[in-house]
């Protein structure tokens, strides 16, 4: 399939199943404080082997066509930890994840599982907004001497901001499927109607300003 069939069949599925929720009329609030017109819970995949399975696929195809020298998977905690594990297994490569803090007790690891510094990972992220919080994980893994060769996610927001953060710490990226590809499946299965689509358009542009 084409990136772009790939794209468009992820949006599909992800409405299909209610990981994504659209309510243009009705937003929902962000910690941030934004308002939004979608949600987006991507874990709930892993409840449905078709999409899980489809997902999987086509990160471990898609890592190998543009992370070939990949020689690990390491998820972000928490919803990057069993899409890591699934790709990795996929892929026939070691697999960890890293926490967002070190542990509070035991041996305070903040990467789990055993990487030796020098070793090309690629870091699985499930959703990218401005990729803040992804390229804090990113910063561990390079100041623990792993060599983060790239970043793959199943969905993003698309947002300039988070194209600028990525290009600022030199992390090469990629998102399965992305907003605009969304709004266009939701159009076209019914899932929002067409007099939404310039409104949901607009948020993706100025996200911290829509609503208000």
């Not at 542990?103 to 990218?128: A, C, F, W, Y």
């Not at 300039?160 to 159009?187: H, R």
């Amino acid at each position: 399939m084409q990136k772009e069939s790939i794209g468009a069949k992820i949006a599909e599925y992800l409405l299909q199943i209610k990981a994504i929720k659209l309510q243009p009329n009705d937003p929902f609030t962000w910690a941030s404080g934004w308002k939004s017109p979608i949600y987006c819970d991507n874990r709930v995949s892993l409840s449905y082997p078709e999409v899980r399975s489809f997902i999987k696929n086509e990160l471990a195809n898609r890592i190998a066509q543009e992370f070939p020298q990949a020689e690990a998977i390491v998820g972000v905690a928490t919803a990057g930890i069993p899409q890591g594990a699934l790709v990795a297994e996929a892929m026939n490569l070691p697999a960890a994840y890293v926490r967002p803090e070190p542990k509070s007790h035991g041996r305070q690891n903040q990467l789990e599982g055993d990487l030796k510094p020098g070793t090309k990972v690629v870091v699985l992220e499930d959703l990218i907004s401005t990729g803040k919080s992804s390229l804090k994980a990113v910063e561990v893994l390079r100041e623990m001497g792993l060599e983060v060769i790239g970043l793959a996610a199943i969905f993003t927001y698309a947002f300039p901001i988070a194209e600028e953060n990525f290009k600022a710490a030199n992390c090469p990226w990629f998102a399965l499927s992305d907003y605009n590809v969304l709004i266009e499946a939701a159009q076209a299965k019914g899932y929002v109607a067409s007099s939404d689509v310039a409104n949901l358009s607009e948020w993706r542009k100025a996200p911290e300003k829509w609503g208000a």
